[in-house]
T-cell receptor, first 113, second 112 residues
Framework: GAGVSQTPSNKVTEKGKYVELRCDPI?????LYWYRQSLGQGPEFLIY????????DSGLPNDRFFAVRPEGSVSTLKIQRTERGDSAVYLC???????????FGQGTRLTVV | DAKTTQPTSMDCAEGRAANLPCNHSTISGNEYVYWYRQIHSQGPQYIIH???NNETNEMASLIITEDRKSSTLILPHATLRDTAVYYC?????????????FGTGTRLTVIP
């Protein structure tokens, strides 16, 4: 597809479980970003990849959150021991380079019950 | 990056120009003003950005004051599909990555 694709679109999990959220960026985009958006708030930055490496992970809230991008394309956001406070929409974005326009996916709505 | 201040909400009549203000009084000389919008249940969408000159593209115009402490996003002929939350963001484009600080934005409602 032409845009950033995120799967699943919705995920319901039980407190304490492990979840993985997937992001397929636009082909050829070297930069990839994860954001989290709680209800009524703007998106909050989590982590930025340039190629395969995490160039800035300062937004990750704690060590239960981890993200990878092993081949410089698809990225997976992993959340261990989920808590109810992790419920939010997780947005992925990509850009051709780190300075150019970022394109966002539709997000994955995570609900922890 | 400098912080921005936007009104919480605004209404605009369909077909009229929507003028969305943003204050960024602590903006630095190398910081750009970016605008994104987020339509309900979608990811944010880039609209326009500028440094100090006014900018125009197919979506909108961006007017930046001479002192750069404020700016206005103009949607020249608002349609119902322009109903969204509009975010004004200030960032250093050339050295920073797209780790954008969105804030809470302005909820624009276009009224038929």
């Amino acid at each position: 597809g032409a845009g950033v694709s995120q799967t699943p679109s919705n995920k319901v999990t039980e407190k304490g479980k492990y979840v993985e959220l997937r992001c397929d960026p636009i082909s050829g985009h070297t930069a990839l970003y994860w954001y989290r958006q709680s209800l009524g708030q703007g998106p909050e930055f989590l982590i930025y990849f340039q190629g395969t490496g995490a160039a800035d992970d300062s937004g990750l809230p704690n060590d239960r959150f981890f993200a990878v991008r092993p081949e410089g394309s698809v990225s997976t956001l992993k959340i261990q021991r989920t808590e109810r406070g992790d419920s939010a929409v997780y947005l992925c974005a990509s850009s051709l380079t780190r300075d150019t326009e970022a394109f966002f996916g539709q997000g994955t709505r995570l609900t922890v019950v | 990056d400098a912080k921005t201040t936007q009104p919480t909400s605004m209404d605009c009549a369909e077909g009229r120009a929507a003028n969305l203000p943003c204050n960024h009084s602590t903006i630095s000389g190398n910081e750009y003003v970016y605008w994104y919008r987020q339509i309900h249940s979608q990811g944010p969408q880039y609209i326009i950005h500028g440094l100090k000159n006014n900018e125009t593209n197919e979506m909108a115009s961006l007017i930046i004051t001479e002192d750069r402490k404020s700016s206005t996003l103009i949607l020249p002929h608002a349609t119902l599909r322009d109903t969204a939350v509009y975010y004004c963001i200030v960032r250093v484009a050339t050295t920073g990555a797209n780790n954008l600080f969105f804030g809470t934005g302005t909820r624009l409602t276009v009224i038929p």
